[in-house]
């Protein structure tokens, strides 16, 4: 017990009591004891008549000053007696006082220990909720409530991506286990058998390899090894155009460029080039062939944006508000089997250098994503709502 805070803070609440006491008493009582005069009382021989003066003889006399002398050593005396006694009495009384207030005092802190000891990983829907005055005890008590609502979102969003990820996994897994035991090591399987059979395979290892890396790129992102640099926006959106040139060639995509200069930010350039990258790589996937992809970066009201208009199929009032979410997927990526992350990708990306994404579009009428970006020198409130490409 000698170890717990509540036994300290009487002991030192006691103490403190004791020393201000005595200084107190022992004040009084040495002023008192400077300003009263003390002496032994002594006596003198002195003749002595009655009321006919007659002699009787010498007696022991006390004069006035004397009997003064006398009362003040007595209560000189009394009063150090007293103040002994009433310093022992109140060193006890103050022990007791004192382990009752630290008690009543730490009284939250064991609401808070108990709360905190009963909170498990796997289940974090308790709370402290700590009620009565607005004290530091209660700011902290507010403050692991607050820490525990973001542990929650955080582990729920966890489990989610990880049921989302292993349902995503096992498709293309059992496909190729299917079509391992069932053509590739059967015997008296056909070439033209096995043949599909390994582009059925090779097709499901390119789905996964995929997924893996959106997955790792979720999870890179959401690390601390990041170290923001100085980015120019511009240079970083023309290198993701750069590289999906060779692909949107291939199928008869034009990609038409207009980055402006001076569009400089704090970043990593690396995850923004892979943002828009994910971007370009959509708008290729679901372009029709002979189309235009318009790309282009500017700065409005304060902010700096980068812009990816394709002519794909567009999307769904509807749908416009889950595109972002992890391994959703519309009807093009359903059919060519998308893993569903890029565009949540984008959006961590885009957030985690505090901008925002926003998606245009309409249905057979193309989709134009927009990337809103602070600039080096800080952006002024919030971003705007207008598409950047609609002229």
């Excluded at 002699?55 to 050593?73: C, D």
């Excluded at 090779?202 to 090894?225: N, P």
């Excluded at 980055?259 to 370009?280: E, H, I």
Aim: hydrophobic letters at 40%.
């Amino acid at each position: 017990m000698i170890h717990t805070i509540r036994f300290r803070i009487t002991v030192l609440y006691s103490g403190l009591l004791f020393v201000l006491a005595t200084l107190v008493l022992g004040g009084i009582y040495y002023g008192v004891s400077k300003t009263t005069e003390q002496r032994p009382v002594s006596t003198e021989l002195a003749k002595a008549y009655n009321e006919d003066d007659q002699y009787l003889g010498k007696r022991e006399v006390v004069f006035m000053e004397e009997v003064e002398n006398a009362v003040n050593v007595r209560t000189m005396a009394t009063l150090r007696d007293y103040s002994l006694v009433t310093l022992a009495g109140l060193y006890v009384a103050s022990l007791g006082i004192g382990w009752v207030l630290a008690g009543r005092v730490l009284r939250p802190v064991r609401s808070i220990t108990r709360t905190t000891e009963e909170i498990q990983a796997t289940d974090l829907k308790r709370r402290i909720k700590l009620h009565g005055p607005r004290d530091e005890l209660k700011d902290l008590a507010d403050t692991i409530d607050t820490m525990l609502d973001r542990l929650e979102e955080g582990f729920r969003a966890q489990r989610q991506l990880i049921d989302d990820a292993s349902h995503e996994l096992r498709s293309p897994l059992t496909i190729i286990r299917a079509n391992v035991d069932a053509v590739l090591a059967a015997p008296d399987a056909s070439d033209e058998e096995r043949a599909r059979a390994v582009a059925i395979v090779d097709r499901a290892t390119t789905r996964m390899t995929r997924l893996v890396e959106d997955l790792l790129a979720t999870a890179r992102r959401q690390g601390t090894a990041f170290a923001d640099a100085d980015v120019e926006l511009a240079r970083v959106v023309g290198e993701a155009c750069e590289e999906h040139a060779a692909p949107a060639a291939a199928r008869d995509i034009t990609i038409t460029r207009r980055l402006g200069t001076g569009l400089d930010m704090a970043g990593d350039a690396d995850a923004l080039r892979r943002a828009v990258a994910n971007l370009l790589s959509n708008a290729v996937r679901l372009s029709p062939s002979g189309s235009t992809i318009r790309v282009a970066v500017g700065r409005s009201e304060g902010w700096l944006w980068a812009a990816v208009r394709d002519d794909g199929p567009g999307l769904r009032e509807a749908d416009q508000a889950r595109v972002f979410d992890r391994f959703w997927r519309g009807e093009a990526s359903r059919r060519d089997r998308h893993t569903g992350l890029g565009l949540a990708i984008v959006r961590q990306i885009v957030e985690s250098h505090g901008g925002r994404v926003a998606v245009f579009s309409r249905l057979g009428e193309g989709a134009t994503f927009v990337l809103w970006l602070p600039p080096r020198e800080g952006a002024p409130g919030t971003p705007p709502e207008s598409n950047p490409l609609a002229t």
